[in-house]
């Protein structure tokens, strides 16, 4: 999205910790965007959300990926280049809304 992003993260360990992994991926894209821009990339703070046991993180996802749909920018989620998945393909994630 041009103006916001969303991202989908789980922990695996009791030692994962979201706060440094939203700190560090700020800093790290900040600065990389400070390089070729003359303004910040970030706001401050962010709005976050812990998935309850009830929700099903590959709906989260799906909603992630059709955003950019919703917003009028592509006409389907698989053409807008800056989705991804580490865990699911697009094409996944579509096919399984569909069954559902």
């Given at each position: 999205?041009?103006?916001?992003?969303?991202?989908?993260?789980?922990?695996?360990?009791?030692?994962?910790?979201?706060?440094?992994?939203?700190?560090?991926a700020k800093q790290?894209?900040g600065a990389a965007?400070?390089?070729?821009?003359?303004?910040?990339?970030?706001?401050?703070?962010?709005?976050?959300?812990?998935?309850?046991?009830?929700?099903?993180?590959?709906?989260?996802?799906?909603?992630?990926?059709?955003?950019?749909?919703?917003?009028?920018?592509?006409?389907?989620?698989?053409?807008?280049?800056?989705?991804?998945?580490?865990?699911?393909?697009?094409?996944?994630?579509?096919?399984?809304?569909?069954?559902t």
């Amino acid at each position: 999205m041009p103006d916001h992003v969303h991202v989908l993260l789980e922990g695996f360990t009791d030692q994962s910790d979201f706060r440094r992994c939203a700190k560090l991926a700020k800093q790290r894209s900040g600065a990389a965007y400070a390089l070729t821009a003359d303004q910040r990339l970030w706001q401050k703070g962010y709005y976050e959300h812990v998935l309850r046991d009830d929700e099903d993180s590959k709906e989260v996802a799906f909603y992630i990926i059709a955003n950019p749909v919703r917003a009028g920018l592509v006409q389907s989620p698989d053409k807008y280049p800056l989705s991804g998945s580490d865990q699911w393909s697009i094409r996944e994630l579509m096919e399984w809304v569909t069954k559902t």
